[in-house]
């Protein structure tokens, strides 16, 4: 079946501009997570999601990000007035549920660039 | 809190010869472990997993991994390893308290 979607595949923007990454889990997987790749520095937790709730939402570097989650499928994560300390690579990931003994499908992730 | 140590960042290794990636954890309950591979210009996929039982587990392509809890480890193996191993590994650990995280990676580098 299909994997874990995730659009823009990439994106360029200004500094101080807002932007909004899109994913698309894995039909029927109720967790959602939320993850930022820069160079050098592994993949940093941003969020997660069990159904429609964010019961963590500990790892969001800033009140410029936020995320959201609608109808337990589709999830955008905002970040807004973008600095150029946000340019990575943001993937998503889903699992079956939160239990963190499920193995966690990723997808290609968003590079964004911010100059 | 857990946290979750690669030490090595980068491993040189000729084809054919054996590897390990190292990964050591600190956590206040019990784990899951995980190892997690990402091939160039592609997404993160598992390599394998330690949820109970055996602490030899063994992943896809030919890779294994021991858990060692007097030494909080879990390195990663393989006997012979082929240039198309050549990726980023990431070792993971999550615990009861649905905390999770990731290491910084290991970037192995298989030469011909």
């Known amino acids: 079946g299909a994997g874990v979607s995730q659009s823009p595949s990439n994106k360029v923007t200004e500094k101080g501009k807002d932007v909004e990454l899109r994913c698309d889990p894995i039909s029927g997987h109720t967790a959602l997570y939320w993850y930022r790749q820069s160079l050098g520095q592994g993949l940093e937790f941003l969020i997660y999601?069990?159904?429609?709730?964010?019961?963590?939402k500990s790892g969001l570097p800033s009140d410029r990000f936020s995320a959201e989650r609608t109808g337990g499928s589709v999830s955008t994560l905002t970040i807004q007035r973008t600095q150029q300390e946000d340019s990575a690579v943001y993937l998503c990931?889903?699992?079956?549920?939160?239990?963190?003994?499920?193995?966690?499908?990723f997808g290609p992730g968003t590079r964004l660039t911010v100059l | 809190a857990q946290s979750v140590t690669q030490l090595d960042s980068q491993v040189p290794v000729f084809e054919e010869a054996p590897v390990e990636l190292r990964c050591n954890y600190s956590s206040s309950v019990s784990v899951y472990l995980f190892w997690y591979v990402q091939y160039p210009n592609q997404g993160l996929q598992l390599l394998l997993k330690y949820l109970s039982g055996s602490t030899l587990v063994k992943g896809i392509n030919g890779f294994e991994a021991e858990f060692n809890k007097s030494q909080t480890s879990f390195h990663l193996r393989k006997p012979s390893v082929h240039i198309s191993d050549t990726a980023e590994y990431f070792c993971a650990v999550g615990n009861t308290g649905n905390q999770f995280c990731f290491g910084t990676g290991t970037s192995l580098t298989v030469i011909p």
């Open positions: 999601f069990q159904g429609n709730s964010a019961p963590d």
């Open positions: 990931a889903s699992s079956r549920t939160s239990g963190n003994y499920n193995e966690q499908f």
